[in-house]
């Protein structure tokens, strides 16, 4: 015997609220990280971040666009490929930390190299079953679209 859980989704207006704050805090870190203070304001980060913040920008743009879609339409599909489109960029800018890791903690007692490391590591991990999820959703979702 199998049961069946209904999936509820919020109302539109609860959705469109969230995507307008996730809107908003993209347009805040945009500014932060590129006006005021500025990315080079942070003291444990190197000149090679500047390598970085392209696919940063490029992530939090994509973020804003996919937000201002989805807070006129959010069709399931549309969540999910822009999920894809999100996690993917988040990916690429994750690898790119990784390969360039631009950042300098000084001498100290505690060893935050490899902590950021293992927090890399396992964001790296998460968006990659986060890219699975939301390409077996988005197949689910065109499946029910398309019936055969």
């Not at 307008?20 to 990280?33: E, P, W």
């Not at 069709?75 to 489109?85: C, F, K, R, S």
Request: with cysteine.
């Amino acid at each position: 015997m199998t049961t069946a859980t209904e999936h509820r989704r919020p109302s539109v207006a609860a959705r469109r609220f969230g995507y307008g704050i996730a809107a908003t805090i993209n347009v805040v870190l945009l500014y932060v990280v590129n006006v005021r203070p500025g990315w080079d304001a942070i003291p444990f980060l190197t000149p090679d971040t500047s390598t970085i913040i392209p696919l940063v920008n490029a992530s939090l743009i994509v973020g804003l666009i996919v937000d201002a879609a989805q807070s006129v339409r959010d069709p399931a599909w549309l969540v999910a490929l822009g999920g894809l489109a999100t996690t993917s960029i988040g990916l690429a800018v994750l690898t790119r930390t990784w390969q360039v890791f631009p950042f300098d903690f000084g001498d100290t007692s505690f060893n935050w190299a490899l902590l950021t490391r293992v927090g890399l590591a396992a964001c790296l991990a998460g968006a990659l079953i986060g890219l699975i999820a939301q390409a077996v959703t988005l197949v689910r979702t065109a499946a029910r679209a398309h019936p055969e």
